[in-house]
């Protein structure tokens, strides 16, 4: 996959979204030109990852205006569907903090809404180059030697972004400088973001890789085939705890007690200093079909329901660190020697030390 890949970006009149619902099997995309349509291509999974969210939901306020102005809707009308963008999926937290980003230039029109929002496409893909670059010299540093065996779960790449990738960024960084061994990625059910969209990323970047079972990420960890985790958040809380994609808690206890890295990386706009711990961050429930069936097959007997969150939220004490666009911030005492204890110190303010 070349470095320029856009998973999201604007026409001047629509949308145009990298369908990753058809991915790796057909790279096709999808133009969306009113609310519905967004909204829609949210919820299935069409646009996802937090960052790529956020540039969906500012550039979602400009599709919002323009249909207003095309059929007609008053001031209230066009509110309700910016509020219906801003709350198509309520736990990435960059999602409403795109449309919020944008909201004050609505009196001026779809025209500077756009502006704005695109100014918020080029700072996602700036930030995502210096999160895989600060990521990448933390790592080295703490696991020098020799090329490292790394572990992801979920996608947080170029598709989750709007180019070049949070955790997937980290390791695009290490495989520039020769220092990937091999990738684990775990498949991710039960949409198999790992299998279906991660793997496609590693093999298209030339990175040696091997799609596992999610239940298999701890025993890996647990006999040594794994230097170190990277995995990306869809919303961490002030006190550190990181949300996201359910199966991340697994990997972060079996770190934890294989005495290895768990690396976060994220944009700072992750961060939602208004959540004070993980308990407080929604958890998204997603519809029971994506369990009981597999390939459009009934899985489960007739009659037994199921539960799907999306997400879990993994203490602050089990993450080692968090990079971000500014630097690396060590969040818990950690496997690594020398990491400073900052358990439960809010995330306040961009650390002045970065």
Known sequence: MTTDVRTIAWTGDALRLLDQTVLPARVEYLEVRDVGALVDAIRRLVVRGAP????????????????????????????????????????????????????????EGAAAVAAEAQAVLDEDVRANRAIGAHGADWLAARCPGRPLRLLTHCNAGALATAGWGTALGVVRELHARDRVELVYADETRPLLQGARLTAWELRESGIPCLVQADAAAPSTIMRGLVDAAVIGADRIAANGD?????????????????????????????????????????????????????????????????????????????????????????VSAGAVPGSRPQVGEPLTERPAHL
């Open 52 to 107: 790529a969210l956020g540039v969906a939901g500012a550039f979602g306020v400009a599709i919002a205006v323009r249909q207003a102005v095309r059929e007609g809707w008053d001031d209230a009308e066009r509110d309700a569907a910016i509020a219906r963008v801003r709350e198509a999926r309520p736990t990435a937290v960059n999602l409403a903090a795109g449309v919020d980003r944008v909201l004050p230039r609505v009196p």
């Open 242 to 330: 990181t949300a996201n994609k359910v199966g991340s808690l697994g990997v972060a206890l079996a770190c934890a007690a294989a005495g290895i890295p768990l690396l976060v990386a994220a944009p700072w706009s992750t961060i939602d200093r208004a959540t004070r711990s993980g308990g407080d961050i929604p958890i998204e429930e997603r519809a029971a079909e994506e369990i009981l069936a597999f390939g459009g097959t009934r899985t489960v007997p007739e009659g037994v329901a199921a539960f799907n969150p999306a997400f879990d939220v993994t203490p602050a004490r089990l993450v080692t660190a968090l990079a971000t666009e500014t630097g690396v911030l060590e």
